[in-house]
Each structure stands twice: as C-alpha cells, then as structure tokens.
C-alpha cells in the first residue's frame, strides 16, 4: 500500500550502525586518508612505523585487521562484506605509509596482516650498522642555533630509537640499578655535549651539582636560560 511503512527488519537487511564495530568505517576513513606522517624506509624507522601505526589503529578500532585478531571467519555471513571493506581501507593505510621504493612490493596484497607480516619478517631486524647508525647520530647531534626544545626532542627521539634496539630483559637487581643509573648519565653526558657553547657557564653550574640531576631537569634549567 502506497505510503505504508514497513516494520522494524521486514526487509531483512541490517541496517543498524555499530560505532564499535570493528569492521564500521567512518566517512572520514577513507582508503585515500593518510593516517601517519612516518614513511618506511627501511630497518632503521621500522619500529617508529610500527609504534605510530598501532596507536592510530587502536585509536580506530582497526587494530585487529593489523595483528589478526580479527579475521574475516570470526564475523556473522552478512557482515563479511564490511569486514572486506574495512580491511581494504587499512591495506591502503599500510601502503600510504611504506616509501615508494618499497611499496611495489607489496602494492598488491589485499589483507591488511598479510602485508604486515610481510614487513615485520622483512625490516625489524636490528644489526649491528643499524645500532651503529643510531648511535653515531645521537654522538654527533649538536644544537647547532636550534631552540633548546628542538635539540631536545630530536635526541629524546633518537634515545628511546636505540634503546627499543637495544632493549635488555627487565630486572629489578642491584646491577641493573648501576646499569639504569649509568644510562641516565650518558644520557645528560650527550644532551650537555651538544648544548651549544652559549651555556658553557651554566653547564660548568650543573656538572657541580651533586647529585647529578637527571636530564630532563637539567633541559629544564637551560630552558630557563634561553628564555632570559
């Protein structure tokens, strides 16, 4: 009858929106968004890619198309085909993060895990050139005119990229004091060798100070200077 109205799920069609869902994809996620600023490029920015690109999927509930943890078989039948949609949209996420020279290699895969899998095998590897490298880039960064602030951050960053390479198995004994104690103290040693030669007098200041701050307070008392 013309103008009629059906009742509630007479067409059989689910039309009801989960914003929970895994497989729901906003209207803003769209398969050309680029989610990360980070590019692969190879060993060195693997971990980087992948720390970023597992907050933002979790962010956006599509974590689980990234680990496999939410495969296609674990949804109802008429829900497949948002579950094939959603996984499209983070293979074009994965893709729009890896750099072109790598990207053809895996420009035509078409499950989010798979291509992952495929990156993880191939780039989270950490030789000995690749600590090298890190290591030669955190002795000879130097401040060089920049802001206080930018010089810190690039070397924070830089820090906690050799010790995700380096990372040693947790313990709570007395060595592995001396070892977090001698580590926060190379720490202050490099950030204090490359402050540039304008805070000579208030770098003499700090190495007097006993104990030795750590790093971050000593960042702050040369912030304190700049701003004079």
Excluded at 162 to 182: I, M, P, Q, R, W
Excluded at 186 to 191: A, E, T
């Amino acid at each position: 009858m013309a103008g009629s109205i059906d009742p509630p799920g007479g067409s059989g069609k689910d039309d009801s929106i989960n914003f929970d869902d895994p497989p729901y994809v906003h209207p803003s996620d769209n398969a050309t968004a680029t989610i990360v600023t980070v590019k692969l490029n190879g060993n060195e920015n693997f971990r980087i890619l992948r720390s970023y690109m597992s907050r933002v999927l979790k962010a956006r509930n599509k974590l689980g198309f990234f680990d496999g943890t939410f495969k296609k078989d674990s949804v109802e039948t008429n829900k497949e085909s948002k579950w094939e949609r959603a996984n499209v949209v983070v293979c074009s996420w994965l893709l729009s993060s890896i750099s072109d020279s790598i990207y053809a290699s895996h420009a035509y895969s078409d499950n989010a895990k798979e291509i992952w899998d495929n990156l993880f095998e191939t780039y989270n590897k950490a030789d000995g050139s690749v600590v090298f490298n890190v290591h030669q880039r955190i002795n000879s960064l130097k401040q060089n005119g920049m802001s206080v602030s930018d010089y810190f951050n690039k070397l924070d960053a830089l820090w906690k990229e050799f010790d995700g390479l380096t990372s040693l198995t947790e313990c709570t004994c007395e060595a592995a004091v001396k070892l977090n104690y001698h580590s926060r103290l190379m720490k202050l040693m490099q950030f204090l060798s490359g402050v540039d030669d304008s805070y000579n007098q208030v770098k003499s200041h700090i190495l007097l100070m006993d104990p030795l701050p750590n790093v971050k307070t000593v960042f702050s008392i040369i912030s304190q200077e700049e701003s004079l």
